[in-house]
Antibody, heavy 123, light 107 residues
Framework: EVQLVESGGGLVQPGGSLKLSCAASGFSFSGFAMDWVRQAPGKGLEWVGRIRIKAYNYATLYAASVKGRFTVSRDDSKNTTYLQMNSLELEDTAVYYC??????????????WGQGTLVTVSS | DIQMTQSPSSLSASVGDRVTITCRASQSISTHLNWYQQKPGQAPKLLIYYASSLQSGVPSRFSGSRSGTDFTLTISSLQPEDFATYYCQQSYSTPDTFGQGTRLEIK
């Protein structure tokens, strides 16, 4: 079974840091780009960032709202992707999901999604 | 960034109804459009990719279509388990962007 399990969420003060992990199982992790998507309480989905595979030099992409503060990384030997979040702001409070980017030619979609981990930024 | 505008934002319907949700892209995205279903307290789940391809395991009462920059998700006969929030997502260009969601409620 293809599965993604996030961990590392919690309460952090504004300006603080937190690192989320997403452990993958049931598929060849090294062959897929991995994304992070967040959802603020009662709000919609917002794409956060992506890390590509080794063949693309592990290139990363970020939403403008987090660029320069968040870093996506991966360890293919551990089948895990990470989201390092620095300089956290109140507006970063959300459930953070990791998801696998599936591709067919130029077409891509997200499947599956992890269960999410809640990050609360508050003083 | 490409803007995705969903309508309606909420919808009340009854079991057995035919329901249509629309998503409009701010520019051409070909068929780079996906649909997700999210139930309260759960992660999103892929329903449709490429605008009209049904994900494995998703009931055939779900279908998707495209007309230019307008995309439609149709549920042919609502079942109790279909009451949820639905999101469209464009994957034509980064950043990937989502519609604001359509909450489907029981009438």
């Amino acid at each position: 079974e293809v599965q993604l399990v996030e961990s590392g969420g919690g309460l952090v003060q504004p300006g603080g840091s937190l690192k989320l992990s997403c452990a993958a199982s049931g598929f060849s992790f090294s062959g897929f780009a991995m994304d992070w998507v967040r959802q603020a309480p009662g709000k919609g989905l917002e794409w956060v960032g992506r890390i590509r595979i080794k063949a693309y030099n592990y290139a990363t992409l970020y939403a403008a709202s987090v660029k320069g503060r968040f870093t996506v990384s991966r360890d293919d030997s551990k089948n895990t992707t990470y989201l390092q979040m620095n300089s956290l702001e109140l507006e970063d409070t959300a459930v953070y999901y990791c998801t696998r980017q599936v591709s067919s030619g130029w077409y891509v979609w997200f499947d599956p999604w992890g269960q999410g981990t809640l990050v609360t930024v508050s003083s | 960034d490409i803007q995705m505008t969903q309508s309606p934002s909420s919808l009340s319907a009854s079991v057995g109804d035919r329901v249509t949700i629309t998503c409009r892209a701010s520019q051409s995205i070909s068929t780079h459009l996906n649909w997700y279903q999210q139930k309260p307290g759960q992660a999103p789940k892929l329903l449709i990719y490429y605008a009209s391809s049904l994900q494995s395991g998703v009931p055939s009462r779900f279908s998707g279509s495209r007309s230019g920059t307008d995309f439609t998700l149709t549920i042919s006969s609502l079942q109790p388990e279909d009451f949820a929030t639905y999101y469209c997502q464009q994957s034509y260009s980064t950043p990937d962007t989502f519609g604001q969601g359509t909450r489907l409620e029981i009438k």
